[in-house]
């Protein structure tokens, strides 16, 4: 079966610049997650679908920060424009149940100079 | 502002070694999950429990959760450098369903 797959896997961009990343995740995986993690921290939820629907964004900066999931497979992550406090590995997972066992990607390393 | 406050931060140890790491909170949780995360990899799911003063075994690893399901402990037994990694601690409060993840312990094993 296979994995969470993201892309890029590293990025670097200058601040005020765009980046996306994209996720697919697991199929037949209802729930997909985009975590923010910082170095020498915990993963931070950015937003949560069910389906193509959003369960939870509420610590998704919004003014910067855009995530869609159309046809509630694969999803995209957008920043624009970027800040250097954005410099971090965003990590995609999914779930089959909601709150079930996470598997997760490799992750987006990004590095805004 | 629910916590998961996980200690050490670090630790370095030699194989061999026996160790524990903590996950604690003040808030209840229906369930507590611990992951483990090596450089450049997301977090792979070692466990989930979800009963009181329940203890799980996983090879060499022991997985305890708090008889008030507010914290956790993960024991190494014989620690080797494959145990190498940052283990996390992510749990479900009874309060609402949002996950929350702990900061890690950075755990090395040295040959």
């Known amino acids: 079966e296979a994995g969470v797959a993201q892309s890029p896997r590293y990025k670097i961009i200058e601040k005020r610049q765009s980046v996306a990343f994209w996720c697919n995740p697991i199929?037949?995986?209802?729930?997909l997650y985009w975590y923010q993690q910082i170095l020498g921290q915990g993963p931070k939820l950015l937003i949560q679908?069910?389906?193509?629907?959003?369960?939870?964004d509420s610590q998704l900066p919004k003014d910067r920060f855009s995530a869609e999931r159309l046809k509630g497979v694969d999803s995209t992550l957008k920043i624009q424009p970027a800040k250097l406090e954005d410099s971090a590995v965003y990590l995609c997972?999914?779930?089959?149940?909601?709150?079930?066992?996470?598997?997760f990607g490799e992750g987006s390393r990004l590095t805004v100079l | 502002t629910q916590l998961l406050e996980q200690s050490p931060q670090f630790l370095s140890i030699q194989e061999g070694e026996n160790l524990t790491v903590y996950c604690n909170s003040s808030?209840?949780?229906?369930?507590l999950q611990w992951y483990r995360q090596e450089p450049g990899e997301g977090p792979v799911l070692l466990v989930t429990?979800?009963?009181g003063g329940e203890v799980k075994k996983l090879k060499r690893l022991t997985f305890q959760f708090g008889d008030a399901r507010k914290d956790s402990s993960l024991h190494i037994t014989a620690a080797q450098p494959g145990d190498t990694g940052l283990y996390l601690c992510?749990?479900?409060?009874?309060?609402?369903?949002?996950?929350?993840w702990g900061a890690g312990t950075k755990l090395i094993i040295k040959p």
């Open positions: 997972a999914s779930s089959l149940v909601e709150y079930g066992e996470l598997f």
């Open positions: 199929s037949g995986h209802a729930t």
């Open positions: 679908f069910q389906n193509n629907g959003v369960v939870d």
């Open positions: 808030s209840v949780f229906s369930s």
């Open positions: 429990v979800v009963t």
């Open positions: 992510a749990a479900l409060p009874d309060s609402n369903y949002q996950l929350i």
